[in-house]
């Protein structure tokens, strides 16, 4: 069965920085797009950043792009989302998603296009 396990989440103060990570099983990692969610309580999931099978397509939300970066190492089975100038509005829960079926180059910030998700973790950003 398919595990996204995501790590790197924790407390940093509002212009500090993070590096989520997010390993994979249970799946052909290098064939398969990959997408970074985020999710505050009493609000709709956010569509953060994504990234196709091969590395070459990246796509990211307004609100992050110049900040965030997304990345992947198909050797280790593995999506990193480096995170810098973190602002207290990034505060949220943090999701790993796989999309196994190639829906999502029809709208890579859709979370109805992955079928696969983590457990989350927690970004926390002070001011």
């Known amino acids: 069965q398919v595990q996204l396990v995501e790590s790197g989440g924790g407390l940093v103060q509002a212009g500090g920085s993070l590096r989520l990570s997010c390993v994979a099983s249970g799946l052909t990692f290098k064939t398969v797009t990959m997408g970074w969610f985020r999710q505050v309580p009493g609000k709709e999931r956010e569509s953060i950043a994504a990234?196709?099978?091969?590395?070459?397509?990246?796509y990211y939300a307004d609100s992050v792009r110049g900040r965030f970066t997304i990345s992947r190492d198909n050797a280790k089975n593995s999506v990193y989302l480096q995170m810098n100038n973190l602002k207290p509005e990034d505060t949220a829960v943090y999701y790993c998603a796989a999309d196994r079926r190639g829906y999502s180059y029809r709208n890579y910030g859709s979370s109805g296009a992955y079928d696969s998700w983590g457990q989350g973790t927690q970004v926390t950003v002070s001011s």
């Open positions: 990234i196709n099978y091969n590395g070459a397509i990246t």
